[in-house]
């Protein structure tokens, strides 16, 4: 095999393997949200030990023991109910570091109302090669709207972001 077809295979296997990772994500943190503390844990250790996550209004969390917290219980404690999508990946590759961007559409529920609601937004994420896995160093949500299901985000925003 020649050297540039090798590393066109080893680019569209590392972009296939984030967007394998993201959607990891998604079911994991649907199932935190369900109740199982053990998807949380999960989706801690996909993360690179200096990893964080930036959640706008909601937070920024740093390292295992703040992306924990977060994942386990801030989350499980606001919404009762989660379906993250994810859609438009945009995958830049450098070697053992990568860059993403991606949309989100969540449909959820708040846990203190039961009300109904969908979050949209963006991800800004950067990720590392660690031992041949990809892990995330850093994931930044950048929400656009969060409103009632049935009133629609031209309306009413279910709270202020």
């Known amino acids: 095999m020649s050297d540039s077809l090798e ?46 996550a930036d959640f706008g209004e909601f937070g920024r969390f740093e390292k295992k023991e703040g992306l924990t917290l977060f994942f386990k219980d ?3 404690g ?14 830049d ?13 969540v449909p959820s529920t708040l846990k203190a109302s039961n009300m109904a609601g969908w979050l949209q937004g963006r991800y800004d994420e950067q990720y590392l090669k660690i031992n ?3 892990l995330w160093l850093s994931i930044t949500a950048c929400f656009e709207y969060a409103t009632p299901f049935d009133q629609g985000w031209a309306k009413v925003k279910m709270f202020s972001l």
């Open 7 to 52: 590393k066109r295979i080893t680019l569209l296997e590392d972009i296939e393997a984030i967007k394998r990772l993201k959607a990891l994500y998604c079911f994991l943190v649907d199932d935190a949200v369900a109740g199982d503390e053990s998807k949380a844990l999960e989706l801690v250790d996909l993360f690179a030990d200096e990893g964080w």
């Open 78 to 91: 606001l919404l009762s109910y989660t379906a993250h999508m994810v859609h438009n990946p945009v995958i």
């Open 93 to 105: 590759i450098d070697g053992q570091t990568a860059r993403g961007r991606w949309y989100f559409e």
């Open 132 to 134: 041949g896995r990809w």
């Open 74 to 76: 801030i989350v499980p």
